[in-house]
């Protein structure tokens, strides 16, 4: 009996061993798991992928993240704050160790960039700024100096006289107001008589439509401002079916479409941001931000002033 006894302490502890052995094997297998979790995710919500525009500024952030060895999740707002509110308590759950943000509209974005800020998530906003939450920076292009740029082509190539259009971004966006600010200080002390100025929101339809209504209601129109190159080719639109002839029209972001305007002749002139390059730049800061490095609060971005005679440089 004592013999047996101790074949059945042996086995107990046999039992035990192989037992513990198996929790050693367990704990060390997830190891890898987690090194496998080591790639952060960065967030991307989007104002819209409807315009060439932000899909390059996605398309700059994704080639920068594969670069530097993080996952990009992008999410699009279809250009409805509400819907972009969502998107960021969505992408929140998701992981992510930073927020990258392009707003549609600077006021209504802040609700959206607190809910980032409560779960300790940094905040970088792209193209458009937020006028509320905690932002670590913003990276743009100089929006009032790219309208300003616009405004005094207009002003040079009218000789400070005539009547001239400006059609509007989404209201409350800081990129609208921006370059409508900088059109506005072109313009002033000039001759330039500003005879419309309406939102269009940004989008080739409505720019057309709005357009449209501008034509019949303006006998004389010189030109047309429009603070993006979706408005502008909708407004060449409006124009070519109107017939009205000798009205130039000046966009701003330099998108193929607009670059192919100018070759054609339809349109004057386009400011040329860098959408790719913000986009790239977003995900580089990001990286300094994880990185615990210092970063400025605001990162600008070069702009240029596109016409016939440079055209082709952007090929």
């Not at 921006?178 to 500003?194: P, S, V």
């Not at 070519?240 to 479409?257: K, L, P, T």
């Amino acid at each position: 009996m004592e013999r047996k006894s101790v074949k059945r302490v042996l086995g107990v502890l046999v039992t035990l061993f192989l037992v513990a052995g198996l929790v050693v094997g367990c704990t060390g297998g997830t190891k890898p798991e987690q090194g496998q979790q080591e790639q952060k995710k960065i967030g991307l919500v989007i104002s819209t992928l409807n315009n060439p525009f932000f899909v390059t500024l996605r398309d700059g952030a994704q080639q920068k993240a594969d670069e530097l060895g993080y996952e990009l999740v992008v999410l699009d707002s279809q250009n409805d704050s509400s819907k972009e509110y969502s998107n960021v308590q969505d992408i929140l759950q998701q992981g992510i160790s930073l927020l990258l943000i392009n707003p549609v509209d600077s006021d209504a974005v802040a609700n959206a960039v607190k809910l980032a800020n409560d779960a300790n998530i940094p905040v970088i906003t792209l193209d458009r700024g937020a006028n509320g939450g905690e932002v670590v920076t913003h990276i743009a292009s100089d929006n009032v100096a790219g309208g300003k740029m616009a405004g005094e082509y207009i002003v040079q190539q009218l000789g400070g006289k005539g009547k001239v259009v400006q059609l509007e971004g989404i209201p409350g966006a800081s990129s609208a107001r921006d370059r409508g600010k900088g059109f506005m200080e072109a313009i002033e002390g000039t001759e330039i008589e500003l005879v419309a100025s309406q939102p269009a929101d940004f989008d080739r339809t409505k720019g057309m439509t709005v357009m449209q209504n501008i034509l019949q209601a303006q006998p004389e129109i010189d030109a047309v401002f429009a603070q993006n190159d979706e408005m502008a080719l909708g407004a060449v639109q409006a124009i070519e079916s109107a017939g009205r002839q000798g009205i130039m029209v000046v966009g701003f972001d330099a998108i193929d479409d607009a670059l192919q305007a100018i070759k054609d002749g339809k349109m004057a002139a386009t400011v040329a941001q860098q959408p790719d390059r913000i986009g790239s730049l977003g995900v580089e800061y990001a990286d300094k931000v994880l990185k615990g490095e210092e970063v400025p609060t605001y990162v600008p971005v070069d702009l240029k002033l596109i016409t016939k005679d440079n055209v082709d440089t952007l090929d």
